[in-house]
């Protein structure tokens, strides 16, 4: 399924969330898409998969894009865009998508000491050759460059930053 790219003379197309309009620099809400997205939250709260709950909203979208829209905050409230559904329905659908990952096992939690990081020392040796093109030797200049890897049992790179 493609989202819709047609839209009317004169609107923009990039980055506006579903169910606003820009008018004069400034983002209102437009009430057909917002009537929709009042519809998903609802259907998908009252327990439709994804893809059902757009499709009972009215919404031809894939359902990685009804994913993102029911953890998009900007319809709740941002400093540009006008509130479409209610904080309380907003975290609601929050914690049912975490329900549903934790009931389907795609919630990782990360258990501390699991990865280490891994250090690389660079260094290279002079060119034997120097040329006049500069991008002539640069094959030449890469193949000199050694490395190894420097395992600190002591760095880890959940929970602490790694240098």
């Known amino acids: 399924m493609r989202v819709e790219l047609k839209r ?13 309009n820009i008018q004069n620099g400034r983002a209102v809400v437009n ?18 998969s994804l893809s059902k709950a757009a499709q009972k909203a009215g919404i031809k979208r ?3 894009s009804i994913a993102r829209m029911l953890a998009d905050k900007r319809y ?17 659908a929050q914690l049912e998508r975490r329900r549903r990952a934790e009931a389907l096992g795609r919630i990782y939690e990360h258990k501390g000491n699991e990865k280490k990081c891994l250090n690389f020392r660079f260094h290279a040796s002079m060119p034997d050759n ?3 093109d500069p991008f002539q030797p640069a094959e030449y200049a890469y193949s000199l460059i050694k490395s190894e890897v420097i395992l600190d049992d002591n760095q880890e790179c959940y929970g602490n930053p790694c240098p």
């Open 76 to 92: 709740v409230k941002d400093k540009f865009y006008p509130p479409i559904i209610s904080k309380d329905t907003f975290e609601k």
């Open 8 to 20: 009317k003379a004169g609107e923009m197309m990039s980055h506006i969330p579903f169910g606003y």
């Open 62 to 64: 894939c359902h990685t």
């Open 31 to 48: 009430e057909e898409e917002a009537v929709k997205i009042e519809k998903l939250f609802e259907a998908y709260l009252s327990g439709l």
């Open 130 to 132: 120097l040329y006049d």
